[in-house]
């Protein structure tokens, strides 16, 4: 059980009457305080019903969008990633815009020590964009693992049938 400290500033969890906001709001994240920061450790959330508008037709487009990260000091409260990545469904931006819009956020957030976004889109046009964006806290050995992850990352790409 968490104490009323580690909770503290929670209002999303548990609230029934929680609104979701229409555009972009990164102000509904909201984080908690990690129980295990002298483990490092990883968190990743699958999110499969990403959805976001091209800035230029307006048409949506949809993706699935994994967020793995190494906490530090807090950690991101899941139904306020949920309800911030649903803030995007209105929003005009870019494939790789939107996911390093969310890594960034994420970063200002939680200070992790490290994070990667992939956001992996249907196709639109016969084609499909999978950005990939990642960061390692600098001066500390996640800044290499960033740097190991992002160089390799696509060095055995998968196939891409399932879209």
Not at 96 to 122: H, Q, S
Request: proline share 6%.
């Amino acid at each position: 059980m968490r104490s009323k400290e580690e909770t503290e500033g929670l209002t999303l969890l548990g609230n029934k009457n929680v609104k979701y906001a229409d555009n972009y709001a990164p102000e509904v994240l909201e984080t908690f305080l990690n129980k295990h920061k002298d483990n490092d450790y990883f968190v990743k959330f699958n999110c499969p019903e990403f959805t976001s508008l091209c800035p230029i037709t307006g048409q949506p487009d949809f993706a699935a969008i994994y967020i793995s990260y190494v906490p530090d000091e807090k950690m991101v409260e899941s139904k306020s990633l949920k309800l911030y990545l649903y803030s995007f469904r209105n929003h005009g931006d870019f494939h790789e815009d939107c996911v390093n819009i969310i890594m960034k956020d994420l970063i200002r957030l939680m200070d992790p020590k490290y994070i990667e976004v992939w956001g992996k889109f249907t196709p639109r046009g016969g084609i499909s964009i999978d950005p990939y964006c990642n960061y390692g806290k600098k001066g500390t050995r996640w800044e290499n693992v960033a740097w190991q992850r992002l160089s390799t990352h696509d060095m055995y790409p998968e196939n891409v049938d399932n879209r």
